[in-house]
């Protein structure tokens, strides 16, 4: 993997450095807060390893920065800092994961491996079917080249319909992606919505809706 570490202490920095080497890791070094930020931005790293007190910019001001700027490279906070209420705010502002100092490098090596299993088993951020690509972090969809805009809860509709393509998927299910319960959902809101859907995304070269009703079911998507 190619993993980007942000620590001003050089020593720490040369023993994590040999350890993630060690274990077959490609590691680029940053020693301050405002040259790892850019390095973040402009690379393509696995994880990033962020220690918390650091020249320029702090480890909390990379995060925001980092993450205000849709960055999603997995961040594992690496720091002496342990109250509570820093932790906290390390994981508000988009941390993954989080490990004081002093600490084993077994226990990095695992944690950097468990960091990335989780981020390659989850949805990607685009997902496509039938000539849709749904970016769900922008919150578009893009269809023969022409971006439809979409609210919130449309994206959570289309984005389990389409990773559902070509099955049934209930009303229960639909209702609980958009507004997680029922209880204060009107019969005809999720119908309302998909109207809104179909409207949007407009029907396929042969006039059939991408989004097809199963009558006392649910809806279905096209796997086309």
Not at 130 to 140: E, H, K, P
Request: with cysteine; proline share 3%; net charge neutral.
């Amino acid at each position: 993997m190619n993993i980007l570490l942000i620590e001003d202490d050089k020593r720490i920095a040369a023993l994590v450095d040999r350890g993630l080497r060690e274990d077959g890791h490609n590691v680029s070094i940053s020693f301050s807060g405002t040259e790892g930020a850019e390095m973040m931005l402009g690379g393509q790293y696995d994880v990033a390893l962020l220690d918390m007190l650091l020249p320029g910019m702090t480890g909390l001001s990379v995060l925001e920065t980092v993450r205000s700027r849709r960055c999603t490279t997995p961040i594992l906070m690496l720091t002496a800092v342990d109250s509570v209420p820093k932790v906290l705010e390390a994981f508000d502002l988009g941390a993954d994961d989080y490990l004081v100092k002093p600490f084993l490098l077994e226990i990095l090596l695992a944690r950097v491996r468990a960091i990335t299993r989780r981020t390659k088993n989850a949805v990607p951020p685009v997902l496509q079917a039938s000539g849709i690509a749904l970016d769900r972090t922008q919150r578009v969809a893009v269809r023969n080249g022409q971006t439809v805009a979409l609210t919130s809860k449309q994206v959570a509709l289309l984005e389990v319909l389409m990773y559902r393509r070509g099955l049934v998927t209930s009303r229960e299910e639909l209702i609980e992606a958009g507004w997680g319960t029922a209880d204060k959902v009107k019969a005809n809101t999720l119908d309302v919505y998909i109207h809104s859907l179909r409207t949007k995304l407009k029907d396929d070269e042969t006039g059939r809706p991408l989004i097809r009703t199963v009558h006392g079911t649910g809806y279905i998507f096209a796997n086309e």
